[in-house]
């Protein structure tokens, strides 16, 4: 699987991004599929997951209420629906494939997308 994210850019703190992460392969709906970032001098960190079919959700605390997670199995591709943008959301946000159970921890995910910036300003 190989994944392609985009959707990042500059916002103001309040405003709203919606990210996408674009699979390729047939096999999309078998993955559970994974959102992470990566700020600056801080080590990369959960921010939302879903399983296969959407019917199971995760979220980071940190985001919960702001951030939706969503997916299409027909396009083949992720979304992240970013709300109520805080300067402490500036980070590279990655989507992350994974072949079996939905998961919050990086090191489970067997694939990962390049990567989609994401500047807050204040």
């Known amino acids: 699987v190989q994944l392609q994210a985009s959707g990042g850019g500059l916002v103001q703190a309040g405003g709203s991004l919606r990210l996408s992460c674009a699979a390729s392969?047939?096999?999309?709906?078998?993955?559970?599929m994974g959102w992470f970032r990566q700020a600056p001098g801080k080590e990369r960190e959960f921010v939302a997951a879903?399983?296969?079919?959407?019917?199971?959700?995760y979220y980071a605390d940190s985001v919960k209420g702001r951030f939706t997670i969503s997916r299409d199995n027909v396009k083949n591709t992720v979304y992240l629906q970013m709300n109520s943008l805080a300067t402490e959301d500036t980070a590279v946000y990655y989507c992350?494939?994974?072949?079996?159970?939905?998961?919050?921890?990086?090191?489970?995910?067997?694939?990962w997308g390049q990567g989609t910036l994401v500047t807050v300003s204040s």
């Open positions: 992350a494939a994974e072949l079996g159970a939905i998961a919050t921890m990086a090191f489970l995910y067997d694939y």
């Open positions: 392969g047939r096999t999309f709906s078998s993955y559970a």
């Open positions: 879903i399983d296969w079919g959407g019917g199971s959700i």
